[in-house]
C-alpha cells in the first residue's frame, strides 16, 4: 500500500467513523426546552464537536491499523474480493502477464 493508499483510507475511516460518532449524546434545544425563535427543536444545544473530533480520531487510528495490517499483510487481497471472475485466472490481473497464461512461440 502506498502512503497516497494509506492517507485515503485512514480519511475514508475517519469520516464514515465521524458520521457514526456526532449523533451520540448530543443535547438539542428541544431536550433542554431552550428553542431559539427562528429555529428547529432538533438543533443541537451542545454539540461536543471537538471532543467527538478527538474520540474520532482515536477510534479511526485503531481502525486504521487493523485494516491496514490486514491489507499490508495480504489476508485479504483484491482477488478475494473479485465474485465475478473479471480478473481473469492467473495469479496477474492481467492475464497475459500471469504464470497460467499460454506462452507463444517467438515468431520467426
Not at 1 to 18: E, G, P, Y
Not at 25 to 37: A, F
Not at 83 to 105: C, H, I, N, Q, T
Amino acid at each position: 500500500m502506498s502512503i497516497a493508499s494509506a492517507i485515503v483510507l485512514f480519511m475514508v475511516i475517519w469520516f464514515m467513523t465521524f458520521l457514526v460518532v456526532i449523533p451520540i449524546r448530543i443535547q438539542t434545544q428541544g431536550d433542554l426546552n431552550e428553542i431559539v425563535p427562528g429555529t428547529h427543536a432538533g438543533s443541537p444545544e451542545h454539540h461536543h464537536l471537538r471532543k467527538k473530533a478527538w474520540i474520532t480520531t482515536g477510534i479511526s487510528c485503531v481502525l486504521w491499523v487493523i485494516i491496514g495490517g490486514t491489507i499490508i499483510s495480504g489476508v485479504i487481497s483484491v482477488r478475494d474480493i473479485d465474485l465475478f471472475e473479471r480478473m481473469g485466472p492467473g495469479g496477474s490481473m492481467w492475464y497475459s502477464e500471469s504464470k497460467d497464461a499460454p506462452v507463444s512461440a517467438p515468431a520467426d
